[in-house]
Nanobody, 124 residues
Framework: QVQLVESGGGLVQAGGSLRLSCAAS????????MGWFRQAPGKEREFVAV????????NYADSVKGRFTISRDNAKNTVYLQMNSLKPEDTAVYSC?????????????????WGQGTQVTVSS
């Protein structure tokens, strides 16, 4: 069983920055691909970014590419999402997720464990 706890959300003005953290339990964190997803009010959950367990490959949604950076510290069992140049349309609940068996990185079904999420609100 893996438990994920996000932190770092909040209210920020457009153009500002936030860094989200996701702390994971378990001794095999380094073998999981870790992703970030978000869900805005009235919309479906969508993929944001992923950091694969093998080789350190990262992938991003087109909407955040060049503004967001995902990183991980396996020694701390933590994955981060640095969000810069935030826009009002980035407002959502951001959740981290762990993929044990892998799969298509942008699909929700590829992830086995989910955190509760942290609210990010960007004002215009």
């Amino acid at each position: 069983q893996v438990q994920l706890v996000e932190s770092g959300g909040g209210l920020v003005q457009a153009g500002g920055s936030l860094r989200l953290s996701c702390a994971a339990s378990g001794r095999t964190f380094s073998s999981y691909s870790m992703g970030w997803f978000r869900q805005a009010p009235g919309k479906e959950r969508e993929f944001v970014a992923v950091f694969s367990w093998n080789g350190g490959t990262t992938n991003y949604a087109d909407s955040v590419k060049g503004r967001f950076t995902i990183s991980r510290d396996n020694a701390k069992n933590t994955v981060y999402l640095q969000m810069n140049s935030l826009k009002p349309e980035d407002t959502a609940v951001y959740s981290c997720a762990a993929s044990v068996l892998g799969g298509t990185y942008y699909r929700i079904a590829s992830y086995d464990y989910w955190g509760q999420g942290t609210q990010v609100t960007v004002s215009s």
